[in-house]
T-cell receptor, first 113, second 112 residues
Framework: AQSVTQPDIHITVSEGASLELRCNYS??????LFWYVQSPGQGLQLLLK??????LVQGIKGFEAEFKRSQSSFNLRKPSVHWSDAAEYFC???????????FGKGTRLHILP | SAVISQKPSRDICQRGTSLTIQCQVD?????MFWYRQQPGQSLTLIAT?????????ESGFVIDKFPISRPNLTFSTLTVSNMSPEDSSIYLC?????????FGPGTRLTVL
């Protein structure tokens, strides 16, 4: 069965600084990988996804993520964060065997002014 | 894309009672999923609901506690039975379409 680990529960960065949120997955074959964002009191929004092809994936709101098979990772990056990026970020993994996806425990991003 | 609606959007219930959450989608889908998000936690998959067959439950979840119906390809219900305060969560239905997972707005349940 697939699983995903987000090692950082909280991350704090200053506005304008760069950001990297870590995600490691466990699955025997090529996974489907997702990053979602959840703002306080809001629903889930898909930032980006990886199924195959180019390992560097561009998403919405200036986010990108890179799939590294050798490291079983799919880290999320943004070159310059904005105060509105403060939210909970979830990495998720799915497979081509079924359509369900499994979520990591999430990383809460705090932005310092 | 897919549009998913859930009813109720929120409810406050007494312990020992049951609540049925409805999920309606705007397109026909084979599989629908029910997730739970406990306060301050991530999403946990409860079960996969296929139309015309019994739901498949994840480890730690049982049909007696979370019975699911899937009468057609656009609708599903999740019942939270014999509720306790530990069941206070947001319950979300979800579906996969075009290699993307779509989520409903969630039902916020508080059990007193």
């Amino acid at each position: 069965a697939q699983s995903v680990t987000q090692p950082d529960i909280h991350i704090t960065v200053s506005e304008g600084a760069s950001l990297e949120l870590r995600c490691n997955y466990s699955y025997g074959a090529t996974p489907y990988l997702f990053w979602y964002v959840q703002s306080p009191g809001q629903g889930l929004q898909l930032l980006l996804k990886y199924f195959s092809g180019d390992t560097l994936v561009q998403g919405i709101k200036g986010f990108e993520a890179e799939f590294k098979r050798s490291q079983s990772s799919f880290n999320l990056r943004k070159p310059s964060v904005h105060w509105s990026d403060a939210a909970e970020y979830f990495c998720a993994v799915g497979t081509n065997r079924d359509d369900k996806i499994i979520f990591g425990k999430g990383t809460r991003l705090h932005i310092l002014p | 894309s897919a549009v998913i609606s859930q009813k109720p959007s929120r409810d406050i219930c007494q312990r020992g009672t049951s609540l049925t959450i409805q999920c309606q989608v705007d397109s026909q889908v084979t599989m629908m999923f029910w997730y739970r998000q406990q306060p301050g936690q991530s999403l946990t998959l409860i079960a996969t609901a296929n139309q015309g067959s019994e739901a498949t439950y994840e480890s730690g979840f049982v049909i007696d506690k979370f019975p699911i119906s899937r009468p057609n390809l656009t609708f599903s219900t999740l019942t939270v039975s014999n509720m306790s305060p530990e069941d206070s969560s947001i319950y979300l239905c979800s579906l996969e379409a075009g290699n993307e997972q779509f989520f409903g707005p969630g039902t916020r349940l508080t059990v007193l």
